[in-house]
């Protein structure tokens, strides 16, 4: 008996020398490096610097494709000659985004202009769990109109994608900014 008082005692002794508090939530680290950019000269009717990271895949001269493997994201981009129509390509192109308009919780837009290489434009950020997070359009007003869209191949949850969208809205916007037409 004196020994099972004493193993009781000794439990009991134990569990009030230690404070328990729960374990703090872990979050998820994600690093992603530092984009070093390359230019796309003579490929297609523009050109602009794209993150190495990603691959140039080509259907055809008006519509490559930015792959980012390792995000499993694509940056899709189509050009189209304007030929008396960019009012409804500019109608397509904002019309766009608000496809998505069930899943998102807002559609924040950002006007581009780079007067110099006469390159103007709109950005388009998806707030919320819908399948594109970015599109933009860039055109010249006369000749050249291009829309990009990007896209994951993951089911679209926004805090879980969050920092690759935020990666990966640098690289749009560095395109936007180094766009010239041919």
Not at 13 to 25: E, F, I, R, Y
Not at 37 to 57: C, D, G, I, K, M
């Given at each position: 008996m004196r020994k099972l008082i004493l193993i009781l005692s000794c439990f009991i002794g134990a569990s009030c020398n230690t404070d328990l508090q729960p374990k703090p939530s872990a979050y998820l680290r994600l690093e992603y490096p530092t984009p070093e950019y390359q230019s796309t000269r003579e490929?297609?009717?523009f050109s602009f610097e794209y993150n190495s990271h990603a691959l140039v895949t080509m259907e055809n001269k008006v519509a490559p494709q930015l792959v980012y493997?390792?995000?499993?994201?694509?940056?899709?981009?189509n050009y189209s000659p304007i030929k008396k129509n960019l009012d409804s390509l500019l109608n397509d192109a904002y019309q766009l985004p608000y496809k998505h308009i069930s899943k998102?919780?807002?559609i924040p837009e950002k006007l581009f202009i780079n007067a110099e290489e006469a390159v103007y434009g709109?950005?388009?950020?998806?707030v919320g769990n819908a399948a594109s997070q970015h599109q933009f359009f860039l055109t010249d007003?006369?000749?050249h109109f291009l829309v990009?869209?990007?896209?994951?191949?993951?089911r679209p949850n926004y805090d879980s994608i969050y920092p690759a969208v935020s990666y990966l809205q640098k690289d749009i916007v560095h395109l936007m900014e180094t766009l010239k037409w041919e």
């Amino acid at each position: 008996m004196r020994k099972l008082i004493l193993i009781l005692s000794c439990f009991i002794g134990a569990s009030c020398n230690t404070d328990l508090q729960p374990k703090p939530s872990a979050y998820l680290r994600l690093e992603y490096p530092t984009p070093e950019y390359q230019s796309t000269r003579e490929l297609f009717p523009f050109s602009f610097e794209y993150n190495s990271h990603a691959l140039v895949t080509m259907e055809n001269k008006v519509a490559p494709q930015l792959v980012y493997p390792k995000m499993k994201a694509t940056l899709y981009l189509n050009y189209s000659p304007i030929k008396k129509n960019l009012d409804s390509l500019l109608n397509d192109a904002y019309q766009l985004p608000y496809k998505h308009i069930s899943k998102a919780e807002s559609i924040p837009e950002k006007l581009f202009i780079n007067a110099e290489e006469a390159v103007y434009g709109t950005l388009f950020s998806v707030v919320g769990n819908a399948a594109s997070q970015h599109q933009f359009f860039l055109t010249d007003s006369l000749n050249h109109f291009l829309v990009g869209s990007l896209y994951f191949y993951a089911r679209p949850n926004y805090d879980s994608i969050y920092p690759a969208v935020s990666y990966l809205q640098k690289d749009i916007v560095h395109l936007m900014e180094t766009l010239k037409w041919e």
